[in-house]
T-cell receptor, first 111, second 114 residues
Framework: SQQGEEDPQALSIQEGENATMNCSYK?????LQWYRQNSGRGLVHLIL?????REKHSGRLRVTLDTSKKSSSLLITASRAADTASYFC???????????FGGGTRVLVKP | KAGVTQTPRYLIKTRGQQVTLSCSPI?????VSWYQQTPGQGLQFLFE???????NKGNFPGRFSGRQFSNSRSEMNVSTLELGDSALYLC?????????????FGNGTRLTVT
């Protein structure tokens, strides 16, 4: 199975609601990154959080990292229809020297 | 600054043929990495090039190869195409090593093998 696995696989919410997705990983990391992908296009970098950080914010995005539980969460507040996309976590493992992506969470924000 | 450019955008090939995909990174970025994205396997790492040297390689057969030129542009080649090679191939560039820096992705080349 993959190093990073997102939960849930899919999420449907109303505009204005918050969306939370989680990422669990197996081995120690240097950093964890979150990306967004709109249908059929490339990924867009959202946030990079290092292993010694616990929380980072960027606009309506909030990322937390719990290295003891090997998990991270991405919160999108006050969601908009334009937030409809797939969201991926990616981990830079201590041993790997490469970025490994999880399977993604598909988010649908209904107007 | 111009973003990462991948050409062509779409490609249709027949089994057994070979294909070359091209990627122009953001100016100043020295690392270029390649990913294959399929509905079944998700995003799979192919390889990373940094200053014309392959730094890391994923678990793909030798039919998949790449190179990077002195201007950091990169090409990926797949020989003896199989139906299972149909996928979206994504290229990403970064200032530093791919795993330590945010990746900037192109919009990909969608390859269909018939």
């Amino acid at each position: 199975s993959q190093q990073g696995e997102e939960d849930p696989q899919a999420l449907s919410i109303q505009e204005g609601e918050n969306a939370t997705m989680n990422c669990s990983y197996k081995t120690s990391i240097n950093n964890l990154q979150w990306y967004r992908q709109n249908s059929g296009r490339g990924l867009v970098h959202l946030i990079l959080i290092r292993s010694n950080e616990r929380e980072k914010h960027s606009g309506r995005l909030r990322v937390t990292l719990d290295t003891s539980k090997k998990s991270s969460s991405l919160l999108i507040t006050a969601s908009r229809a334009a937030d409809t996309a797939s969201y991926f976590c990616a981990t830079d493992t201590v041993a790997g020297n490469k970025l490994t992506f999880g399977g993604g969470t598909r988010v649908l924000v209904k107007p | 600054k111009a973003g990462v450019t991948q050409t062509p955008r779409y490609l249709i090939k027949t089994r057994g043929q070979q294909v070359t995909l091209s990627c122009s990174p953001i100016s100043g970025h020295r690392s270029v990495s390649w990913y294959q994205q399929t509905p079944g396997q998700g995003l799979q790492f192919l390889f990373e090039y940094f200053s014309e040297t392959q730094r890391n390689k994923g678990n793909f057969p030798g039919r998949f190869s790449g190179r990077q030129f002195s201007n950091s542009r990169s090409e990926m080649n797949v020989s003896t195409l199989e139906l299972g090679d149909s996928a979206l191939y994504l290229c990403a560039s970064s200032l530093g090593a791919m795993s330590r820096s945010p990746l900037h992705f192109g919009n990909g080349t969608r390859l269909t093998v018939t």
